[in-house]
């Protein structure tokens, strides 16, 4: 069964760092492109990052880029969103998705067919 799973999410401070993982059982994350999106509560889903199948090429959206950077570890079947300068507004539930056909990665919800369950990330005093 092919399955993503986050950790690593939590109360931090505004200003503070997080770190979340996205790991992957099932199947080998080496072919696809992983985006990071967020939710938070009353607002639309909104892709943060991606990170490209190599680890070559990566994006981020205006609201994080800066702070947020995606990185991978093939070999651990891992993809991470290290997240700096943590704001109350990007108080979220965080997303891991898949790109299931080999392409370049996008922000772009519709382009993921694999999706983990999602981290909390609360940024407060």
């Known amino acids: 069964q ?4 986050e950790s690593g999410g ?3 401070q505004p200003g503070g760092s997080l770190r979340l993982s996205c790991a ?9 492109a992983i985006a ?6 009353g607002k639309e889903r ?13 994006s981020s959206a205006d609201s994080v ?24 507004e990007d108080t979220a539930v965080y997303y891991c998705a898949a790109e299931p056909y080999g392409r370049p990665c996008t922000l772009e919800s519709a382009s993921y067919n694999y999706w983990g369950q999602g981290s909390q990330v609360t940024v407060s005093s």
């Open 2 to 5: 092919m399955q993503l799973v």
């Open 10 to 12: 939590g109360l931090v």
């Open 24 to 32: 992957a059982s099932g199947f080998s994350l080496s072919f696809h």
């Open 36 to 41: 990071w999106f967020r939710q938070a509560p």
């Open 46 to 58: 909104e892709g943060i990052s991606c990170i490209s199948s190599s680890g070559a090429s990566t």
């Open 65 to 88: 880029k800066g702070r947020f950077t995606a990185s991978r570890d093939n070999a651990k079947n891992t993809v991470y969103l290290q997240m700096s300068s943590l704001k109350p």
